[in-house]
């Protein structure tokens, strides 16, 4: 089975749009322009990193990037069985679960990152990756400190991030040596980021998040908060709102993907922070990132060999690369199916299986239906597949 991992603020590098700007996803970089009033592009091509490195300008690049890559590997058929997002990284695994829909998205993570700015900027804090201590005894050294220092991420064994004030931040570091770190590490960061120093962004989030329609996700997305996978709607907004102030649960979201039966696990966007987690963490796992569209072709390449899962024989991550039985939308526009298709489904050349805007997606093949790769109501690209069908 296979999972979709999406990377968070700090995987932000000068010009890494260039590699997509001939490429048909970029489309989307307008529509993220025209949806938050910014202009995206400029920041991906053209802005240098102290530009990037603010935290209104990282997240809003980082997640418009993972999702340029999402749908071009999304063009190809191939689909996950699970996603999950460090950080900020969260909103792009809902945005690919069909949770959030990518303008929503879009207008979240902006306020998100102005929200986190304004909050970082009048709080005064900083964050430190402490190396090779186990995870109680990171929180018992900086339990120990008489200051505000916290953990903020479970990265990986041995990895975790704290963060707090400048001077707490850098005595629980040397706490934390005591026990026997190797290395406590300061980061290159404008604020404590989960952490209670967040509550006035937390709260500025909850509105804008009141606004918006979180859908069902079409496949599990596992929470930052506690490392759960959801396929509800409802739990949601709270949970992106409790993340803000909260511990980011990586190494613990790993396990559970992995319990949840996935071997292979792609990192969609600029980096390869969350491959290298991935592989420190989980035994005999697969890695791959997808940065560039020449690494669509390699993840194309290790989908193909991928076996049908024994928890989900038949489904998705069984062959998914057959483009002859992919139908795919005839232009941009919400996606509404055809009313009670579903999975098993035997269709025929010619058969409508659903509507983009006001166009009828027909099928070009016979066969039988194995997935619906979009979910009603979400915003698919001229283009995207529609349907996964099998051969009879």
């Known amino acids: 089975m296979l999972a979709f991992t999406f990377p968070g603020q700090g995987s932000q590098k000068p010009g890494m749009g260039s590699p997509w700007v001939d490429h048909e996803s970029w489309e989307l970089v307008e529509e993220a322009s025209q949806a938050c009033g910014r202009d995206v592009a400029q920041l991906l091509l053209e802005a240098e990193a102290e530009e990037l490195k603010q935290t209104r300008n990282s997240q809003l690049t980082t997640f418009v990037l993972s999702m340029v890559v999402l749908d071009a590997v999304e063009r190809t058929g191939v689909v996950p069985n699970f996603t999950a997002g460090h950080s900020l990284g969260e909103y792009s695994a809902l945005c690919a679960s069909g949770a959030l829909s990518f303008e929503d998205a879009v207008r979240l993570v902006a306020e998100r990152g102005e929200a986190m700015q304004i909050a970082a900027d009048e709080q005064d804090g900083t964050m430190a990756a402490v190396l090779g201590l186990d995870d109680d005894l990171v929180v018992a050294a900086c339990a120990r400190i008489d200051?505000?220092?916290?953990?903020?991420?479970?990265?990986?064994?041995?990895?975790?991030?704290?963060?707090?004030?400048?001077s707490a931040v850098e005595e629980a570091g040397e706490k934390a040596k005591e026990l026997g770190a190797k290395r406590a590490m300061g980061l290159p960061v404008?604020?404590?980021f989960?952490?209670?120093?967040?509550?006035?962004?937390?709260?500025?989030?909850?509105?804008?998040?009141?606004?918006?329609?979180?859908?069902?996700?079409?496949?599990?997305?596992?929470?930052?908060?506690?490392?759960?996978?959801?396929?509800?709607?409802?739990?949601?907004?709270?949970?992106?709102?409790?993340?803000?102030?909260?511990?980011?649960?990586?190494?613990?979201?790993?396990?559970?993907?992995?319990?949840?039966?996935?071997?292979?696990f792609v990192e969609l966007g600029p980096g390869t922070v969350l491959t290298g987690?991935?592989?420190?963490?989980?035994?005999?796992?697969?890695?791959?990132?997808?940065?560039?569209?020449?690494?669509?072709?390699?993840?194309?390449?290790?989908?193909?060999?991928?076996?049908?899962?024994?928890?989900?024989?038949?489904?998705?991550?069984?062959?998914?690369?057959?483009?002859?039985?992919?139908?795919?939308?005839?232009?941009?526009?919400?996606?509404?199916?055809?009313?009670?298709?579903?999975?098993?489904d035997v269709i025929v050349v010619g058969d409508v299986v659903g509507w983009v805007a006001d166009e009828e997606v027909r099928s070009p093949f016979a066969g039988i239906v194995m997935d619906l790769m979009a979910v009603e109501g979400e915003r698919v690209t001229a283009r995207q597949p529609i349907t996964w069908l099998r051969a009879k």
């Open 147 to 166: 200051g505000d220092v916290w953990v903020a991420n479970y990265n990986a064994p041995g990895q975790v991030v704290i963060a707090g004030s400048p």
């Open 190 to 192: 404008g604020g404590a």
């Open 194 to 264: 989960h952490t209670p120093f967040m509550a006035p962004a937390r709260d500025r989030l909850r509105k804008a998040l009141a606004g918006v329609e979180v859908r069902a996700p079409a496949v599990f997305v596992v929470a930052n908060v506690d490392a759960t996978a959801r396929d509800n709607a409802e739990d949601w907004p709270q949970l992106l709102a409790s993340q803000l102030c909260s511990p980011v649960q990586w190494r613990q979201s790993l396990y559970t993907l992995q319990e949840g039966g996935c071997a292979t």
């Open 277 to 344: 987690m991935a592989k420190r963490t989980l035994k005999g796992a697969t890695a791959l990132s997808v940065g560039s569209p020449e690494d669509v072709d390699v993840l194309l390449a290790a989908v193909t060999d991928l076996k049908p899962s024994e928890k989900q024989p038949g489904g998705p991550g069984e062959h998914l690369y057959v483009t002859e039985r992919l139908v795919v939308s005839p232009c941009a526009g919400l996606f509404t199916p055809k009313e009670g298709l579903s999975n098993g």
